[in-house]
C-alpha cells in the first residue's frame, strides 16, 4: 500500500484510502487519482493508496494481451487486505469498484457499516456487464454498478455520458470532473522536423481502433514526406502504413508528443466509446498539438464546433483534414493554439483541481 500522509496545524489529518484499480502506470489511476495527492496533502489530508493492479499485471496484459491467473489472485487478496484496515480511514475513493467481476456486497457492506465512500468512473465500465455476450454476466452483474453508485456518498463522472448513468442509477450525488492534465508537465514546443508527422498515443488496449482509418492514414501517406508515430501501441500492423512505434514510459511520453506535427483520437460510435473522456485529445492540445478526431461522445465537446480541432466521420473526412494540416501550417498553429487555451481554462489540473477539493472537503 502506498502511503501519502498530512498532518495539519490542528492536529492528526483526516485520512483518506483511494482504492484504484491500478498503479501509478495506469493511465486511468495516474490522471484521476494520483496526481491529486499532494494538492490533498498541501490541503492538510493524509492519503493512502492500494492498487488492485500492480506492474506485474500491466506488463502481462500489455505484452501478452492478459494478465496471468497468479495476477488476479494477487489482485484479489491485496484488495482484501487493504478493506480490513478501512474503518481506519475518514473516507474510501473507490475507482470503479472494488473487485471486477464480483457482486457489489462489499460495498453494500460498507454501507451498512456506515464507512462513507465515493466511486469514480472514467469509462462506461458499465457497459462491461449489461453489454457482455455472456447472458449469465448480464443476468448477474448487468445491475452493478447502478447498485455501487447508489450507495456511494458520491459519483465522480469524467463526462456527460457517464454523469447520466450516474443520475439514472439514483446516486445520491453527481459531480462531473473531466480527466485534466498538470499543465507544468505539458509545456508548448513546436517540433521543427520536416516530415510531417501523425501522432497517437495510448495502449495496446485501444490501438484497435486504429484499424478503422488504416485506409486514410495510407492514402495520405502516399503524398511522401509523411510518418505515423504511436507511443505506447504495442504491436501494430497497419499495411502499406509507414509506422514508427515508441514505447511508452512516463518521462519520456511528453517528449514523444512534441514530436506530432498533428494528433489523432479515432473511435468507434460505440456505447462504450462514448464513455471515454479525451484524454489523448486533451494530451495533444496541452502540448499546442492540432487534433483530428472521431466526433463520439466528449470528442465532440472538446473539438468545440472545430474550434480547437477537426471532425473526422469517415474515411474521406480524415484523408482531408490531414492534408490540409499538412498543408496548411498556420491553421495547424491557430488549432494548437485554441486547443491550450481549451485545456487551460476547463481541462487542466490548475483549473479543476479546486472542485475537487471542494468535494472533498463538503463530504469530510
Known amino acids: 500500500m502506498n502511503s501519502h500522509s498530512a498532518q495539519t496545524t490542528n ?6 484510502l483511494f482504492l484504484t484499480k491500478y498503479s501509478s502506470a495506469g493511465a486511468s489511476s495516474r490522471y484521476r487519482v494520483y496526481q491529486y495527492l499532494p494538492y490533498l496533502e498541501q490541503a492538510g489530508y493524509a492519503c493512502q493508496v492500494s492498487p488492485l493492479f500492480d506492474d506485474d499485471y500491466l506488463h502481462n496484459r500489455y505484452v501478452l494481451g492478459r ?14 487486505r487493504a478493506l480490513l484496515s478501512c474503518r481506519r480511514f475518514d473516507l474510501l475513493v473507490i475507482e470503479y469498484e472494488l473487485l471486477p467481476f464480483f457482486p457489489p456486497f462489499i460495498e453494500r457492506l460498507l454501507q451498512r457499516l456506515g ?11 458499465f457497459h462491461q456487464y449489461d453489454s457482455h455476450r455472456r447472458i449469465v454476466v448480464r443476468r448477474m452483474l448487468g445491475g452493478k454498478i447502478a447498485a455501487v453508485m447508489r450507495g456511494a456518498r458520491a459519483v465522480i463522472a469524467g463526462n456527460r455520458y457517464l454523469a447520466d448513468y450516474a443520475r439514472e442509477a439514483g446516486a445520491r450525488r453527481v459531480e462531473m470532473i473531466p ?12 517540433t521543427d522536423s520536416p516530415t510531417f508527422t501523425i501522432g497517437w498515443i495510448g495502449s495496446p488496449a ?24 504511436l507511443v505506447g501501441a504495442g504491436d ?24 506530432f506535427h498533428v494528433g489523432i483520437m479515432p473511435l468507434p460510435d460505440t456505447p462504450w466509446a462514448r464513455g471515454k473522456c479525451g484524454l489523448k485529445l486533451i494530451q495533444y492540445m496541452a502540448c499546442g498539438i492540432p487534433v483530428v478526431a472521431s466526433p463520439v461522445g466528449v470528442n465532440e465537446e472538446l473539438l468545440c464546433g472545430g474550434q480547437t480541432g477537426i471532425s473526422a466521420r469517415d474515411t474521406a473526412d480524415w484523408i482531408e483534414a490531414l ?13 494548437g493554439q485554441a486547443g491550450r487555451r481549451l485545456v487551460e481554462q476547463s481541462y487542466s489540473l490548475q483549473a479543476r483541481w479546486p472542485e475537487y477539493l471542494s468535494l472533498i472537503r463538503s463530504l469530510l
Not at 115 to 125: H, S
Not at 238 to 253: D, H, T
Open 67 to 80: 494478465g496471468k491467473p497468479a495476477d488476479f489472485m494477487a489482485a484479489f487478496w491485496r484488495r482484501l
Open 323 to 335: 492534408r490540409a494540416l499538412q498543408r496548411n501550417p498556420s491553421r495547424r498553429k491557430d488549432l
Open 11 to 16: 492536529g492528526p489529518a483526516l485520512r483518506i
Open 179 to 190: 480527466t485534466v492534465v498538470d499543465l507544468d508537465r505539458y509545456p508548448v514546443e513546436a
Open 236 to 259: 501494430v500492423d497497419l499495411p502499406g502504413v509507414p509506422v514508427e512505434v515508441l514505447p511508452w514510459n512516463e518521462e519520456s511520453e511528453v517528449a514523444c508528443l512534441q514530436s
Open 206 to 229: 485501444t490501438a484497435g481502433y486504429l484499424d478503422d482509418i488504416a485506409p486514410a492514414l495510407r492514402d495520405v501517406c502516399i503524398d511522401g514526406d509523411v510518418r505515423v508515430r
Open 115 to 125: 464507512i462513507p465512500y465515493i466511486v469514480d468512473y472514467d469509462d462506461a465500465l
